[in-house]
Every structure is written in C-alpha cells, then in structure tokens.
C-alpha cells in the first residue's frame, strides 16, 4: 500500500486459490491478485495447472498476478530454482519465494537475481531480520521485496521484528527503487 498523503492510491493485494477466488477478487476492485495456499504454510504453493486456471481466467482483468513456489528448504537451491522457472511458466508477473535467515540465503538470493526471471524475495523474520541480507537483496535489484512470518501461530510480525527494523528494511527498499527507476 502507498503511504497516506502522498500522492499514489492505495492499492489492494488480494490472495486467492482458485480461479473462482480469482474472478471474484477482480471483480471486486483488487489492484493485485496473490496466488497461494494458505493451508500448506506461510508461501504453500497451488499446483500448476491451478495457476495457469487462474492466470487464463484474470486475463481480461490485466493485473497483475504473483503466485509463491511453496515452502521449501533455503538449502535445495535446485529445487527452488525449478519451482521459481515451473512457476513463471505460467505467465505470472510474479513468483514469491522464501528466503529464510541462515548461512545459504546470500547465495539464494544471488541466484534467484542472476536466473532473470521476476522473483520477489520474501524474506521470512521469524528470527528477526539480519541487516546484511537486507542490504544484499536489495542490492540485487529485484522488482520487490517482502517481510513475513512463517509461524503464524508465534505471533506477528511485530513481535518478531523490531519496527526500527522494518523502518531500515523500508527505507532501503525505497532507495534501491529510486535508484534503478522502479519508483
């Protein structure tokens, strides 16, 4: 969402699972659609043939559609890299992967940006943010950024992550935009 008083909307993210989902999201004013399931984790992933259902029933709407890889472990770079090319196959904008706070996650990243296709890090800060993979993902010029929670049961956001953190996360974000034009 933009900041209030400024002079961008604020716009609407809805996350959907299915293509009825999906239609009823735009029809109702959604500026974002977000493709995933709830029920198989914090980024659970929808099959592909469920993805494709949805991108070729949003077709006529012309928003654009994110959809996640699912969760899978920060070490299987193999894995994640096939779910994120399987994933953009099916003509999202978008694909969501997790990135979460251990010794491999540079190198995820750095992947992830090299690959070329339109990843949107998440990174996951159940055990707070690390300063320096911020600073590495943004550097990397992605199309987006995101912070979340895996555990949703553990709590919010904010009782994971101090708000001077998530003030530095933002504050980088928008700077890096700035810089390469995204803004």
Do not use: W, Y
């Amino acid at each position: 969402a933009a900041r209030s008083g400024g002079s961008e909307a604020m716009k609407l993210l809805i996350s959907v699972r299915s293509p009825h989902e999906a239609l009823l999201a735009a029809a109702g004013g959604a500026d974002f659609i977000d493709l995933k399931e709830p029920r198989l984790g914090a980024l659970g992933g929808l099959p592909l043939k469920t993805i494709r259902n949805c991108v070729a029933a949003l077709r006529d709407f012309n928003l654009p559609i994110s959809a996640t890889i699912g969760d899978v472990p920060m070490q299987a770079h193999d894995e994640i890299a096939a779910r994120v090319h399987a994933v953009a196959d099916c003509c999202v904008d978008f694909v969501k992967v997790g990135i979460e706070r251990d010794d491999t996650a540079r190198h995820a990243l750095t992947m992830l940006a090299d690959d070329g296709r339109p990843v949107v890090p998440v990174l996951i800060a159940d055990r707070g943010l690390d300063a320096a993979l911020v600073s590495h993902a943004v550097g990397l010029g992605f199309a987006g950024l995101m912070v979340d929670t895996a555990d949703k049961q553990a709590g919010s956001l904010f009782d994971c992550v101090p708000v001077s953190a998530l003030q530095h996360f933002i504050g980088s974000a928008r700077a890096a935009s700035l810089m390469c034009g995204l803004a």
